[in-house]
């Protein structure tokens, strides 16, 4: 970590990080916890996505790989449909993140894998993605 | 799934999965767990290695990356030490890991992701590999 | 696990399975996650409801326990309706299913037990159970 | 704990504490729970407001700290607003709940740590408590 | 819950209900957690073993079997071997433990039941079970 | 959070804050991790306790009842000795602690809470804290 790098540049970082993941859309609805809590707002991007994702070693497309593994280990289903859609925009292929749920369910149960499943197949509608003439 | 695979050839797949992950060491102690319980075995090889990590999509350098995360998000510390070693045999680099938890640590917490160090710098120092001049 | 059993008698026998706990409309539920993605649905059937349920020493019923017994403590609540259904269907008593749901309290944390008695609640009301007046 | 004290005391002792924490609304909601399953309601009351709530050593204010973070640990949305209001009403300010939350972000991980930040929004609009021009 | 039943009494019930269980060995264990913090282990024997395990409806290798799954389910393997004890006393088989453990794979994931499997063989060495012959 | 507050000030401010948490010995086991990992040792200084522990609104005091409930609930028993020793240097006592833990035990569960109540027995051990004559 840079010794002198300012809060304001982690952020700015952060938001640029953002910006190629999300887009404006997921930009301002991150913008939007900042409103009601700011110095949340400010930690999940300067933190989050200033000092994490903008990180390298580990690529965006590997970072979501396991932002979604961690998401459904824990079952934290209200937030994937934002790293769902995250880690279509950096590179996921929609096959690559169903065999991330089946593999979840040999590791943290099938009932945390259907709950993905569920989560994934809104996303995929929303996107029209069809995988089921393939 | 192919229908007419059999029991065996799916056993079969995952021994040698196995065998590419961890070699004959590995495969030996998971062979141990069958001889305690036969079906336990059975399934853990012809299941996890054998239907899972045999499929295609995701490679097994992947497939050990989603694995290392649910095992951190769960605190699944007892089981890490045999996927941190499948995953530096499959490819994954020890700064890859390193990043995962760190990584993890700010989606599963950091008490999982100090836990999942603490476990990672043994499993380093068996295998010799000191990043610390790097 | 019979040596020479295929992937397509596992399934066979999930579904036989699976027709018992939880009859046409439970097995139209999950054959719908087949549609979306078959392997899923595959390995769902063929693994949890062939290879785990349709095991002998212990009886549907007391598989239902266990069941219900870790989704309470997991809480995917969401999992939850098909499974305290199937349970009925198989032999649970409804004041059993309360019964584990108290015990859960304590083993688990209440608001675990609390999460999970609102579903029960909701599934009796569906089936028109009312132990109010014992 | 009182070797003579009767679960009838420890009861009205619970509801004694519910009062004070939720006031008359409160209280209903939890009689309903007794309602449908009485067991239950009179454990949750007796155990969980009686023995535990009611003892000394830490007060009110501390208590639901803690079990805010508990939920918040255990991602336990649905059981947060009861939690957040009875916090509010005996003593914690808005400002501390959401500094809860952020400290949670730290050790629980950010998905749960936004998760409650969604519920207390939900709970400081419907309590009019606007933090926003602070 | 009966209303004019004292703390003494729910006392007395969970230590009838734990000798059943663990015997002389058990209860002293319970026991030592008393001495270091009395209202804890009240508690623990006047709730848990008195209020939750002494109740009908569901017998005690019933409620083993939930307690074997939820704390497989929750990774408190350190209290594993206590249950698996208590069980195999009130009448589980050594076989239908290892089911449990093996269905809990699939719901719970296959890193809890490995953990599970090797508390499992433990304990079954200290009893001198041995199932390999059969 | 200050906008040109540096990585450097982040860093010492967190040193700082832990020097009153733990002292020389526990910022030197927080060092060691930072040899290891510079990057996730300056992450957990700087923003773990840095970022969170340094804020106001809540005390030490507050924040260590948070982190220790957080672990407990969590069962990440490895990371409780350094925390109960944390909350005892900053004012918490031991009777507060217990009392925590016995809370846990009807929000996470007893098995989590007994598990904790294990630590602490340790920690209150090595410091010479005995409270069974109070």
Redesign the interface.
């Given at each position: 970590?840079?010794?002198?790098?300012?809060?304001?540049e982690?952020?700015a970082a952060g938001i640029d990080t953002l910006q190629t993941m999300v887009g404006d859309h997921g930009v301002s609805m991150i913008k939007q916890?900042g409103?009601?809590?700011p110095?949340?707002g400010?930690?999940?991007v300067?933190?989050?996505f200033g000092?994490?994702y903008s990180?390298d070693?580990?690529d965006l497309k590997?970072?979501e790989?396991?932002?979604i593994?961690?998401?459904?280990?824990?079952?934290?289903?209200?937030?994937l449909p934002f790293h769902l859609h995250a880690g279509l925009n950096v590179g996921l292929k929609p096959?690559?993140i169903?065999?991330?749920?089946?593999?979840?369910?040999?590791?943290?149960?099938?009932?945390?894998?259907?709950?993905a499943?569920?989560v994934a197949?809104k996303v995929f509608n929303e996107r029209g993605i069809d995988?089921?003439n393939k």
């Open positions: 970590m840079k010794a002198n790098k300012t809060n304001q982690r952020y916890i409103e009601f809590f110095d949340f400010h930690t999940l300067a933190f989050g000092d994490l990180r070693i580990l590997q970072r790989m396991i932002t593994t961690s998401l459904i280990t824990q079952g934290a289903t209200e937030q096959e690559e169903l065999e991330i749920i089946l593999h979840c369910g040999g590791y943290a149960g099938f009932p945390k894998a259907c709950g499943l569920d197949r995988l089921t």
